[in-house]
């Protein structure tokens, strides 16, 4: 079987089996950078600002992080919190919004500026580490660690 027969397999899989609430990405609409604060290393709240979220789909697996993982990803040097979440997300979709947003590396995808992070049943996902599964030489998913924050 081919890397593509195989995403199109997981991919619905995820769309047909995967059940439970809509995960969207979170992207800001605005350039904070070109600000006179913004410049200065300051971090302001405008009041025209908003942010823009978009469903991922297919929904990817949330999954909490174990002691162990968490422990191991401490040692490491991460800097995630008790709480983390595993988000297991398509390399279809990443590569979707990859052409959309013009981004020459899929990792900007999780590590641009203008990304916030991803929403799901009041939580903020924020992305911290990433990696990717292979097959073929070929991306299939991204397993992205986030930190789970509740939204206010």
Not at 57 to 84: D, F, H, K, T, Y
Not at 129 to 141: E, P
């Amino acid at each position: 079987m081919s890397a593509f027969g195989l995403t199109f397999l997981l991919d619905s899989q995820a769309r047909i089996y995967r059940s439970g609430l809509p995960v969207y990405y979170r992207t800001k609409n605005f350039n904070q950078a070109n600000t006179l604060a913004g410049e200065m290393g300051f971090k302001v709240a405008d009041v025209n600002a908003s942010t823009n979220d978009s469903m991922v789909c297919p929904q990817p697996a949330i999954a909490i992080m174990s002691s162990r993982m968490l422990q191991e990803a401490i040692a490491n040097g991460v800097a995630l919190r008790a709480g983390a979440r595993v988000l297991t997300i398509s390399q279809t979709w990443v590569a979707q919004i990859q052409v959309a947003n013009n981004f020459a590396n899929p990792r900007q995808v999780f590590n641009d500026n203008s990304v916030v992070g991803f929403v799901s049943d009041g939580l903020l996902f924020q992305p911290v580490t990433l990696d990717h599964v292979d097959l073929y030489g070929a991306i299939i998913s991204w397993n992205v660690n986030c930190n789970a924050n509740e939204i206010k």
